[in-house]
């Protein structure tokens, strides 16, 4: 897919995150959450995240299957955090980077010994992770150009790399979206930039042809319980009930279309849904 523009910036060092480096701060002190569904909300210590097939406990904020670092607001009575109700961490909260950058860089081995970056930006978006170009079999990252340390280029992937999707231009029916669902786990549509993508998606199903759906979700009433049907059904789950089966995520992404170097780009917005997310 062509692009125009890459956007990166710079103002940060280019430096990638292991694991960091905290000032030793109670969970008690950690103070609100400053962003994501639960904003606002404490975090509660420890929690234990069901992502696929593993089960995993934090004592601290994490950056494992998010893009900053988070934290749960809400677990169920055995201590599993509850989809959904996640916070973005606040500055000294355990985990959180004793510098304070809300930034979380990461990398995989793009080809010829080269590193991949991310995020990097298109068109005033953010991906993290490799995107589709109709040439590399893993898709395309940017790396550090060889020549001018301020700038990036263009790279293959290796299987090692994680995925992202560009944003979608284009309407996808509902029974699209929950074929795709079972079989990828996850499926876009794209939206008003203003838009609410629950009640898009619940427009969507009003107009849903009943053939055309997976059999599993013919009878479902609403765009929830059919979400909530293709998840269990999926490849992850497969009827299973389990902590990790009952994650879902619906969110809105939208590029920015004033860039920083004063560039105007065309807006773009889509609804991302996902089965087994916080």
């Known amino acids: 897919m062509p692009f125009r523009r890459l956007i990166v910036s710079f103002s940060v ?10 000032d030793e701060v109670p969970p008690s002190e950690c103070g609100p959450t400053i962003g994501g569904p639960g904003a606002g909300r404490s975090c509660v210590f420890p929690f234990t ?6 089960d995993k406990t934090f004592n601290e904020c994490t ?3 998010g893009h900053e670092y988070w934290c749960s607001t809400k677990v169920d009575e055995d201590g599993y955090h509850v989809s959904g109700n996640w916070g973005e961490c606040a500055p000294r909260c355990p985990g959180v980077p004793a510098n304070g950058s809300r930034i979380v860089y990461s990398h995989c081995p793009a080809a010829k010994n080269q590193r991949c970056i991310f995020p990097f930006s298109i068109d005033g978006f953010s991906y ?3 995107l589709t170009d109709g040439k590399n079999r893993h898709g ?3 790396v550090q150009h060889p020549t001018f340390h301020d700038k990036l280029k263009k790279a293959p992937c290796t299987s090692q790399c994680p995925k992202d999707t560009w944003l979608t231009h284009q309407t996808v ?3 699209e979206l929950l074929h795709t669902l079972i079989s990828t786990l996850e499926a876009y549509t794209t939206i008003e ?3 609410l993508c629950k009640a898009h998606l619940a427009k969507l199903f009003e107009s849903r042809d009943v053939e055309k759906m997976p059999a599993v979700t013919q009878k479902a009433t609403t765009w929830k319980e059919a979400f909530k049907t293709a998840c269990l059904n999926s490849k992850l789950c497969e009827g299973s009930d389990a902590p990790a089966c009952r994650a879902r995520l619906v969110e809105r ?8 170097d004063g560039a105007h780009v065309d807006s773009k917005a889509d609804c991302k849904i996902q089965c087994g997310h916080p």
């Open 13 to 22: 060092a280019l430096v990638i995150v292991e694991r960091a480096t905290t």
């Open 49 to 54: 995240w069901a992502h696929k097939d593993q």
């Open 63 to 65: 950056t494992e299957g």
């Open 253 to 260: 992404r939208r590029n920015v279309i004033s860039t920083e």
């Open 140 to 142: 395309f990252c940017m």
């Open 193 to 195: 930039r203003d838009g």
């Open 128 to 130: 993290r992770g490799c």
């Open 173 to 175: 029916p509902v029974h």
